[in-house]
């Protein structure tokens, strides 16, 4: 219910009503019966309302500035006719007709007219009774129409239902007058003194704050009783809505009020921080935009900069989220947009860098001085991800430095090892607490260049959690065609990786996601031969020990001879890593005499070595003789490095049968199948009598039966132990052998032919059998890894064993019958 009514017959004004003005008619039930006396007139002007209803008995101002309503009222005033108001279906039509209306209105009285500066007019009417439209008379100058009254059935004088309808209204009146501030208290009193049930019915359901359908629904109710009704229900959700909206004032109310209380304190503490000489957040937000100034970033990013500060500005600074913001806004201010270190194309240089930094790795350093030569040719070539493969300890990490200082990059590094969160490459959304960047962005930032050299150490550890995968996120940044915009969660948009040369280190193969694998340009680095040991050991690694020991290098070195003895007796590996260790152990005993003032020898011998290392852990390779028939020597790979390998075989009586000892993987153990069946099938070309074969059975060992072995470059081998067996013939001195053979008889290609040839130099082997597919991987190699020794070139098994078997038999040679 409301104190004002919105009044209106045109679009031009309003007209407020208050209820303690002298118009509200205070209609006793003698006027009501007076005015239900009054006979209706046949033919009535019509005026038609744009958005209100006129109830019978209720005083209300209108304001009209249509010329026909104007000429209407103005005529009828004059004659002191009485008019039929009505309300309009569709309150936006400026000229309706009488199909435009309600065929049911109020006959009204014109109690007085005010003529208004601009020319309209203000007419105050008091409606009389109820009709309905018949047919139209007269449409112009404004409309008229025969009308008929419509009769209204009043309940019985002593019906108690109506009468506790009306004491429902008038006390829901008195609680919405109650509720609803806008209506002044003094309103109950003209509620109170209305003597007729009907009008104030009538006069409540005209100040309800219904819609005009609503209000000309109640209208065109011709049982009072049932209107009444309609009316307590309109009431009653009018009532709701009030209390509902009360309730969410005085909550807002609260929340204002605990906002104006947090404002007045932070602006007494911003001036006690101005006072004690602090920054306050406006200061702080006026150093970000000076900062924002001067970055080089595009329009986009400077046009997200600025919409996150705005929305910092409007935060309030204790909630949690303003640090998370005030840290991206940081974030993106000291991430390098477009900022890059210039590089350097003096590849002489670079060459000398690389060389004094690292001893060998010739594959590498091409590459690197191929990718430097074509970057000075087109100067915006994309960045290539180069993966360097091999064994711990070949300088795979502390390449990544050398290959920035020769490039004049800045230098960054991650480890991957065990990393199973996906948020750790990508970020963490800014709705978390405590969100942050991933280590990708974060790296960048720190490099403070958009093209450092990036090196992604240990990439094959990467593992997979209910966190996600990885090597998964891992594929964006590693793809040249997608990492110009790759995209952090905790960033929220793309930013350029094309430039930076990403570097990863890897000791296996097997362990990277295919797809990630085919990202990468996979830059093998084999394992040293003691020579380059010897070198590296002597030109890098003593004189770093010396300088982190604080010993003069002028007071004590290493000779050649010595430095071999290290190496060959207490390391066995592909690197030099335990080398680098058992150096640094010399140098500790040196440092200890030097600050003891114990004697000691300048030039270190190998019984020095000894007393300071202690007793020799691991034995040359050596070659044992072959006055053992079915003892073959192979070579194989180890993630340490090559190894010389030692198949034996031996026969007993039985009844046939193949047996295999040595901890042997599944590949050798099939090798071994093989080659027994190819002897079987090709017995009488080898010499064999059948019978041999079912009577007696061979055993087929791999001696250190604690180290897990397999691999396919046993299988000549094995096939040779065994012939060797049945012939009881003598394996050639100084021979060793790789390759995998087929039941054909056909000998195949293997891998790591660098690895085992040294392993071999280092046995003292002088004869190699390989497959002739091999004989490209023996080219690659330096020649001088390879004086001393005569390689063999094979295509079928029948060329090994001419090769490798002597005629001359061992002594106490068994008779196989």
Known sequence: MSNEKIVTIDNLSFQELDTNSEIIPLLSTEDEMEMHKENLPEDLAILPLRNMVLFPGVVLPITAGRDKSIHLLKEANELGKPVGVVSQINENTEDPNINDVHKIGTVAKILKILNLPDGNITVILQGKKRFEIAELSQSEPYLKAIVKEVEEVRPEADDAEFKAIVESVKETSYEMIKENPNIPSEASFAIKNIESDSFLINFVGSNLNLTVQDKQAILEINDLKERALETLRKMNVELQKLNLKNDIQNKVRVDLDQQQKEYFLNQQIKTIQEELGGVSHEQEFEE??????????????????????????????????????????????ELPWNEYTKDIFDLKNAQKILDKDHYGLEDVKKRIIEHMAVLKLRNDMKAPILCLYGPPGVGKTSIGKSIAKALGREYVRISLGGLRDEAEIRGHRKTYIGAMPGRIIQSIKKAKSANPVFLLDEIDKLSTSHNGDPSSAMLEVLDPEQNSDFYDNFLEMGFDLSKVMFIATSNSLNSIQPALLDRMEILEMNGYTIEEKVEIGRQHLLPKQLK???VDAKTFSIGKKQMEFIITNYTRESGVRNLDKQIANVVRFVAKSIVLEESFNEKLTNEDIIEILGVPRFERDK?????????????????????????????????GGLTMTGNLGTVMKESATIALEYIKANAVELGLKEEIFENYKIHVHVPEGATPKDGPSAGIAMLTSMISSFTQRKVKKNLAMTGEITLRGKVLPVGGIKEKILAAKRANIKEIILCKDNRRDVEQIKPDYLTGLTFHYVDRMSEVLELALTEQKVKNAKKLD
């Open 623 to 655: 070659y044992e003789n072959n006055d053992t028939a079915g003892v073959v020597t192979g070579l194989a790979w180890t993630r340490v490095g090559g190894d010389i390998l030692y198949i034996e075989s031996i026969i007993s009586k039985g009844k």
């Open 288 to 333: 970000l935009k000076q900062k924002a100034k001067a970055k080089k970033w595009d329009k986009k990013v400077k046009e997200h900069f600025d919409k996150e500060l705005a929305k910092m500005q409007r935060m309030n600074p204790q909630v949690a989220e303003f640090s998370i913001q005030r840290n991206y806004l940081e974030l993106l201010l």
């Open 548 to 550: 982190e020991h604080g």
